[in-house]
């Protein structure tokens, strides 16, 4: 039962936030960085067996790995900018939070490009 771990330390973190935040606010903003990296170490170990699952199937299905480097990428990329975007919003830094958002929807952009193309060239096999 990992997730009732998960959320007690979300919510033990989240008091120690609000009782925190009235005198340090700097320190606050600080536990909940050091939170939100503790919960993702907590579920990289399950990312791991997720990712060696796509592997295995890329291999089985005869699919270029390349596409799924780039599709773990993208997921990253969304997953980082997110976490980013958070942190600055309870920092009360939105304008900033909604900066990083558009720059990771940028990079999930470029990066989507080779697929993207890969995805056209097949349409265009398959039409007479």
Request: aromatic share 4%.
């Amino acid at each position: 039962m990992e997730i009732l771990q998960i959320v007690g330390l979300g919510i033990v973190a989240t008091v120690i936030i609000l009782v925190v935040k009235t005198q340090r606010p700097e320190i606050a903003i600080q536990i909940s960085i050091i939170t939100g990296i503790i919960l993702f170490l907590l579920v990289a170990g399950k990312l791991a067996s997720v990712i060696a699952l796509l592997e295995k199937y890329t291999g089985r299905v005869n699919i270029d790995m390349s596409y799924l480097t780039v599709l773990l990428k993208i997921i990253g990329i969304a997953y980082i900018a997110e976490f980013g975007a958070e942190v600055c919003k309870d920092a009360g830094e939105s304008s900033i939070a909604s900066k990083i958002e558009m720059a990771g929807k940028i990079v999930i952009a470029v990066l989507a490009v080779p697929i993207v193309t890969s995805m056209l060239d097949l349409i265009i096999k398959i039409m007479p």
